[in-house]
């Protein structure tokens, strides 16, 4: 599948407005978040919306992996149950724009605060949503749109990304 980059901000919102409101009734008393490029306005992305759900421990995670499952949501093949994470979308197939993918984390840990992080850093930092959207533009065209190398090289930004929203955090707190 060739990545496409685009930006649709308001549909994006709402539409993740409609997913949290039916994931509240499959998960009560459980935290949704809106994360990746789709909740980070003026941020391009492949238009896929990334949605955080923070489970209360491991135990908790299957629980809501049972759930999602039984709401037709797919279990995804980079899940790491043991570590507190487990990765979910709303098709078995390749991902297209207006899929859903669902991250299920441990609250408090360092993978589910880093996506938060990642979000509000990039919220508060205009220039950085910039850079970063011109980086995953430049990554595109770098690699034709080929979706293996796109994520690779994406990974990479989005880690030294993460190093300078880390620092921004400490220096702030």
């Not at 011109?134 to 989005?158: E, F, P, W």
Request: hydrophobic share 40%.
């Amino acid at each position: 599948m060739v990545v496409i980059i685009s930006s649709l901000d308001e549909v994006y919102v709402k539409l993740f407005d409609k997913i949290a409101f039916h994931l509240r009734a499959i998960l009560p008393k459980r935290q949704i978040h809106h994360v990746g490029s789709t909740a980070v306005p003026g941020l391009a992305g492949k238009n896929i919306v990334d949605v955080l759900v923070s489970a209360r421990n491991i135990h908790d995670i299957a629980a809501i992996k049972r759930r999602l499952q039984k709401a037709g949501f797919f279990p995804g093949s980079h899940s790491n149950p043991a570590d507190g994470y487990v990765f979910m979308a709303s098709r078995r197939e390749e991902t297209v724009a207006g899929d859903i993918h669902i991250h299920i984390a441990v609250a408090g840990t360092t993978r589910h605060d880093d996506f938060l992080l990642l979000r509000d850093y990039l919220r508060t930092h205009p220039e950085e949503t910039k850079a970063y959207a011109a980086a995953k533009s430049a990554i595109v065209c770098d690699t034709n749109g080929g979706r293996n190398q796109y994520k690779l090289r994406k990974s990479k930004y989005v880690t030294e990304l993460l190093g300078r929203a880390q620092r921004w955090k400490y220096n702030c707190n």
